[in-house]
């Protein structure tokens, strides 16, 4: 069977200064996959390739079409629910507006989004402004998930955030894998708990594919050069 999202030899440049050399990745459905790498190695500008927002060289096929063939919002149509780096929801909407204005038929909906996160529920008739930022966080998962993918992938979404909430944040992933069987692309730099929720690892090194695998197979040798941890 073909993977759901399919990368492969991918290369892209930010003007004259080349960022990407040869990213491969694979995610199946239903899979969890955790993009890793230290600051700087390519995984934004993967995301970003993937989504569409940037130009690039190679294969990107999600479900098995040509990625690169479709314009911007057809590949999005497709089913890829992006939560990007920075958690951008409509600042001066309610939280009940901002999952609304996401919306579009499927499982997911307010009250699935409200079990998910409670704090949302709780919240609905607040302006996002209002919230705290790891409530912007899961408001921004919320609005990737009334899309109703079939791949989510989550740009840095526990970056910056209180312990509890990044729990919390943790908590909801591993119940979307184990519920809803959702592919997922998670880039993060929490090794212990992508470990816990991830079904296999890419990592880049300079803008390469430089190990994929199961992360607990990862060598401390290893994880120290490409991770530094
Ligand atoms: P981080 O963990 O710091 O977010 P990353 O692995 O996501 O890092 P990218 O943001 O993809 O890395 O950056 C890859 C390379 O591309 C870096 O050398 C970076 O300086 C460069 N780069 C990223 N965004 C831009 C941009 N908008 N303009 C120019 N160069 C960029």
Redesign the pocket.
């Known amino acids: 069977m073909s993977a759901l999202l399919q990368v492969s030899g991918l290369e892209a440049r ?2 004259s ?1 080349q ?1 990407l050399f040869g990213v491969d990745l694979e995610v199946a459905a239903g899979e969890v996959v955790a993009l890793m ?1 230290r ?8 995301v970003r390739c993937i989504c569409r927002m940037m130009r690039a060289e190679g294969e990107v096929t999600f479900d098995g079409q040509d990625l690169r063939r479709l314009p911007s919002h057809r590949a999005a149509r497709l089913g890829i629910g992006l939560v990007p ?1 920075g958690r951008r929801c409509f600042a001066d909407l309610t939280v009940q507006e901002n999952l609304n204005a996401a919306a579009r038929p499927g499982a997911w909906d307010m009250d699935a989004v409200g079990l998910l996160f409670p704090r949302l529920a709780e919240r609905k008739a607040q302006v996002a402004r209002s919230l705290s930022g790891g409530e912007q966080q899961m408001l921004a998962i919320g609005r990737a998930l009334m899309t109703n993918p079939r791949l989510l992938i989550l740009d ?1 979404a526990t970056e910056g955030l209180a312990p509890l909430i990044r729990a919390e944040i943790w908590d909801a992933v591993g119940r979307l894998k184990r519920d809803s069987g959702l592919a997922i692309l998670i ?1 993060d730099k929490s090794l212990k708990e992508l470990t816990a929720v991830s079904d296999r690892a890419v990592i ?1 090194n300079r ?1 390469r594919t430089a190990w994929t695998g199961a992360l607990d197979g990862l060598a401390p040798d290893l994880a120290q050069q490409y991770l530094g941890v």
Do not use: I
């Open positions: 930010y003007g200064s960022a790498g600051n700087g190695m390519g995984k934004t500008t993967t780096e840095e880039v880049l803008g």
